[in-house]
T-cell receptor, first 113, second 114 residues
Framework: AQSVTQLGSHVSVSEGALVLLRCNYS??????LFWYVQYPNQGLQLLLK????ATLVKGINGFEAEFKKSETSFHLTKPSAHMSDAAEYFC???????????WGAGTKLIIKP | KAGVTQTPRYLIKTRGQQVTLSCSPI?????VSWYQQTPGQGLQFLFE???????NKGNFPGRFSGRQFSNSRSEMNVSTLELGDSALYLC?????????????FGPGTRLTVT
């Protein structure tokens, strides 16, 4: 069965510092991977998705994620954090053999001034 | 294009009552998914409807049900409400199956059960 693990329920970084949010998945077949963001009091919004076209995926708001098959990871990064990046981030995985999207528990990103 | 709309935005109900939540997807989207979000359990998948058929169901009791109409609008119903049903209920629509396509989320319905 597929699963997603997001390391760290809360991640705190200083404004201007590198953002790294970790996501590891398990899948016996090629996965589709997604990162969504949820700002306070809003629904979720797609940041980026991986569907086997390129291992480095660029998303909105300066975020990107790299698919590493050998490490079964899809970590989300941003070179320089902004206060507006404070939100909760969710990683999700699916595949052609699984009809359901599996969600991680989410990571709250806190930006320190 | 109008986004996903959910009504009502806030709801207060009493234990034992039932509730119906409504979701209008983006025009042209055929898939509608429902999620329950709570601080303790995080984001949990309830079910997905595609072209009026339930395609996937999460691990929730039968008190939770849904349906989708021919215009893709969807409703979810919770019967015999329990205190633990207090949550933010999110609806998301996508062009096709949610596991492959970007989902667009509504703002949610905040349900409080007293």
């Amino acid at each position: 069965a597929q699963s997603v693990t997001q390391l760290g329920s809360h991640v705190s970084v200083s404004e201007g510092a590198l953002v790294l949010l970790r996501c590891n998945y398990s899948s016996s077949v090629p996965p589709y991977l997604f990162w969504y963001v949820q700002y306070p009091n809003q629904g979720l919004q797609l940041l980026l998705k991986y569907t086997s076209a390129a291992t480095l995926v660029k998303g909105i708001n300066g975020f990107e994620a790299e698919f590493k098959k050998s490490e079964t990871s899809f970590h989300l990064t941003k070179p320089s954090a902004h206060m507006s990046d404070a939100a909760e981030y969710f990683c999700a995985v699916s595949s052609d053999s699984n009809y359901q999207l599996i969600w991680g528990a989410g990571t709250k990103l806190i930006i320190k001034p | 294009k109008a986004g996903v709309t959910q009504t009502p935005r806030y709801l207060i109900k009493t234990r034992g009552q039932q509730v119906t939540l409504s979701c209008s997807p983006i025009s042209g989207h055929r898939s509608v998914s429902w999620y329950q979000q709570t601080p303790g359990q995080g984001l949990q998948f309830l079910f997905e409807y595609f072209s009026e058929t339930q395609r996937n169901k999460g691990n929730f009791p039968g008190r939770f049900s849904g349906r989708q109409f021919s215009n893709s609008r969807s409703e979810m119903n919770v019967s015999t409400l329990e205190l633990g049903d207090s949550a933010l209920y999110l609806c998301a629509s996508s062009l096709d199956l949610a596991r492959l396509y970007e989902q667009y989320f509504g703002p949610g319905t905040r349900l409080t059960v007293t």
